[in-house]
């Protein structure tokens, strides 16, 4: 006798008459399917329906892992990401350029061209290098305030500029000034 490959259920066996075969399916192959529908139709019911939710509670190690994430209400300044220098010290008008892996705050003439300032134009250059030149005069012998000077790199302050540029340095004159952003 011949039967199913997965469920063995039992096949109509072509010796024997309808009649016979129509018992034998009554008696074994029915049962034997309402016996899998059944413990089918068990097993479904355990299970959870398809539209129904939990709480926060009832998924395991879902609190800790919100526990241990950022609050939703957290805001940050620019200045407080990795890659971003100068922010916090930046004067008004100023705008964030991106410089090899970082952003810098700089003047938005500065970010679009190559310019240049006078002393004055620097809050507080010019009382900076007073001071270093003022440090330089006390020296006692004179050969070490020259040398001094041009290690400072002062010659005469009033004549001297400063230059902003994404570009190397060219031109000026000793004692000016070159930042490269």
Not at 25 to 49: F, N, R, S, W, Y
């Amino acid at each position: 006798m011949a039967n199913t490959q997965y469920r063995n259920y039992p096949l109509p066996d072509v010796t024997r008459t309808i009649a016979e075969e129509f018992f034998a399916l009554q008696e074994q192959t029915l049962v034997m399917i309402d016996t899998d529908i059944h413990g089918l139709m068990e097993a479904i019911t355990t299970l959870a329906p398809i539209e129904h939710g939990h709480e926060i509670g009832e998924i395991v190690g879902l609190v800790d892992a919100l526990a241990s994430k950022m609050p939703a209400n957290k805001t940050f300044k620019v200045a407080d990401l990795a890659d971003v220098v100068g922010a916090n010290e930046a004067s008004d008008r100023y705008v964030l350029v991106k410089v090899g892996e970082q952003w810098i705050a700089q003047s938005a003439l500065s970010a679009l061209s190559e310019h240049r300032h006078e002393l004055d134009d620097i809050n507080g250059l010019a009382d900076a290098l007073g001071e270093r030149l003022a440090v330089a005069e006390n020296l006692d012998d004179l050969s070490d305030k020259a040398a001094a000077r041009s290690n400072l790199g002062l010659g005469s302050i009033a004549t001297r500029n400063i230059t902003v540029s994404n570009a190397q340095p060219a031109g000026g004159a000793d004692g000016d000034i070159w930042i490269v952003v």
